[in-house]
């Protein structure tokens, strides 16, 4: 940890006292002397503008916030944002010096519902971010189109008026699509009903969404796309032992990108040799650690992974070190494609990858389904259609063709 050198700052006003403190924690986030320095700077700048206006610390109030930015940005073109003042303030907060940021409190009816529906999504059913979004997403407009009050009128609601929502947002959408509109909606119907909003079940008058299942074939890249991939990667550089980690998981395990930056320190038993999986709906799954895998990530804790507070497995490489996010994960992929000079591929084909792999080297379709943590064999079944040598003698002959 690189210590901020404070006499290349001076902090005149209220926030002084502070300033050592406030470098300490830049150092500790992983802020590089130089941009340490601007932040300090920042701060020297906020406190003495706080002693011209004649203000305690702690009338820093959002509005405050507003007219300071303002008043830089005459004479500052760099850290003249909202989010230029996150580290100065999240460590004042921290503190207690300046006041709280104040959490938006739903005003409406319509998003008073939204946010018990949001929290019964996290806590009840355990889903991800991702899909939270989504639902959320199906629920906004379904509510929207309700009369005011909507409160009252959900006591009235009926069968019509759900599948008249289901009908007018479907089409024109993808398969995937509209089933995420028949999904959400039942989602919501069931929150409602159960949490006494709706005096009756109308989660059976949602359709059902037409559409063949198990008709596309797993789109899987060859092992030799996920060897340049991962061959990509610099071992030299802490990124590059961080990304090569990440993709041996995700090519050689088949997890997913939120499984992967899930992932705590705490997950790997390497006496047993097992990693344990934070799957959905917040399932927890062990799953053996072949060597390969367990020698990258031992390369990345060794000589890779940047130190920080956080227990996450892997985390970011520039400052503010945390955790990284499934949108990360994503974006480590992509960044390898570019490197090894191929098409741009989701993180989950990687995971198609692992399976089509594992049934290729002889593994069964039930330990696939296994090391990929299905609930449905049938899930599972999908990839028997890539195993062409297994296909090939249950083909029959072309009418007239040679036998």
């Not at 009908?167 to 995420?180: D, I, K, N, Q, Y």
């Amino acid at each position: 940890m690189r210590e901020v050198d404070l006499s290349a700052v001076r902090v005149l006003g209220p926030l002084s006292g502070h300033a050592e403190g406030f470098g300490a924690d830049l150092a500790r986030q992983g802020y590089a002397p130089s941009s340490a320095t601007d932040h300090l700077r920042l701060m020297g700048h906020l406190s003495r503008w706080l002693e011209a206006e004649g203000l305690d610390p702690t009338e820093f109030t959002a509005e405050r916030t507003e007219d300071f930015l303002r008043v830089r940005g005459e004479t500052h073109v760099r850290l003249v944002s909202e989010r230029a003042l996150t580290p100065l303030l999240g460590y004042l907060r921290g503190l207690g010096v300046v006041p709280e940021s104040p959490c938006p409190v739903p005003c409406t009816g319509l998003e008073r519902l939204l946010d018990d529906y949001r929290r019964f999504l996290v806590r009840e059913r355990g889903l991800v971010a991702g899909s939270v979004v989504l639902y959320e997403r199906v629920a906004r407009g379904f509510l929207a189109g309700l009369p005011e009050p909507i409160e009252a009128h959900l006591k009235l609601l009926g069968a019509e008026e759900v599948t008249g929502f289901v009908l007018r947002e479907c089409p024109g959408r993808s398969v995937s699509a509209a089933r995420t509109v028949a999904t959400g909606t039942r989602s919501l119907l069931r929150f409602l009903y159960l949490d006494g909003w709706m005096p009756r079940a109308l989660a059976s008058a949602v359709p059902g969404v037409a559409g063949w299942s198990m008709t596309s074939l797993p789109r899987a890249v060859g092992a030799e796309v996920a060897a340049k991939l991962i061959a990509s990667c610099d071992p030299a550089t802490p990124v590059g032992r961080r990304d090569h980690a990440i993709l041996v998981l995700l090519a050689r395990l088949g997890l997913r990108g939120q499984e992967v930056a899930d992932a705590a320190l705490g997950d790997i038993d390497w006496r047993a040799g097992e990693l344990v999986i934070r799957g959905k709906g917040r399932r927890r799954e062990r799953l053996p650690l072949p060597v390969d895998v367990g020698e990258a990530l031992v390369g990345y804790l060794q000589q890779g992974r940047q130190r920080c507070r956080s227990r996450r497995l892997f985390v970011s490489v520039r400052a503010p070190i945390g955790p990284v996010s499934a949108s990360a994960i994503r974006s480590v992929v992509r960044d390898a494609c570019q490197r090894a000079g191929l098409p741009r591929i989701g993180a989950h084909r990687l995971r198609h990858t692992a399976a089509t792999e594992m049934l290729r080297a002889g593994a069964s379709l039930a330990e696939v389904g296994q090391v990929l943590r299905h609930r449905s064999p049938l899930t599972t079944a999908n990839y028997a259609k890539v195993d062409r040598v297994a296909l090939f003698a249950l083909a029959r002959p072309w009418p007239g063709a040679e036998s």
